[in-house]
């Protein structure tokens, strides 16, 4: 959810909730999609429960909902630059590939007032992370700004994260073709990042770089913000609508760490400034 003025909008990690979901989100959540190897079709309830993370409603195979796939909150401890959360998995036998991170660290660094970082990673084991340091100046600000739904998944081989979108206007993410520089939503689409030497192709497929950015223009203002997410590993994300015809972005990757870094415009060339 966006709001008029500057974007107010929460981070929110997929925890493990008694109440029941409203029939409203129980749909939504049938419109993020179990990920099968090479995007295989699944035919059947059989196929869809191959995978423990994977739920059969109504003839679709989609993800569990997050009191069964995702992860319990803890004890928020303070930073000088932000906060700490340690995050402890509710179910490890609710899974897609195997290997699950039980225990994660979810934090939040405030930089400058336009500029928030949101990691997530593994508290017992370090795992690779970009070694090129960004230019972090300190001045912390109460800027929030991400909205998560679904269940989080953190495999020791496949990472994948789901979010809201304040519109349709979504630009950037690839390298990888499109017929226009703004993301289509219906039908799903799911596009591969992964430098190769591939040349420019005419037909929607992966091509040579690998830029995991987008921005989204969130009102008729022009209000907008962008979203880095800073990982080196082969990763894919798909764009859709869910039930309510709500945008919807998921991002995938097969190693490293979940680390965002949020920039809050509020205009597209301010978010150009602020990125460079």
Known sequence: MCFKGRLKVVVVVMVVVTSTLTSAQQDNLQAIECPFPEGQEVSSEEECHKYTACQWTEGRCHMTDDRHGGYLVGITEETPRGYRVNLEKANDKVTMFGGDVTQLVFEVIYHESYHLQVKIYDLAQARYEVPTPLYLPESPDEEHLFRSMGPLTFEDQFIQL?????????????????????????????FPIFARDQPVGTTPMNEYGHHPYYMVMEDDDGNSHSVFLYNSNAMEYSTYQLEDNTPALTLRTIGGIIDLHFFLGPFPEDLTIQYT
């Open 162 to 190: 789901h979010t809201w979108l304040c519109s349709t206007y979504l630009y950037g993410l690839g390298e990888n073709t499109h017929l226009s520089f703004r993301h289509k939503f219906n039908p799903r689409s799911t």
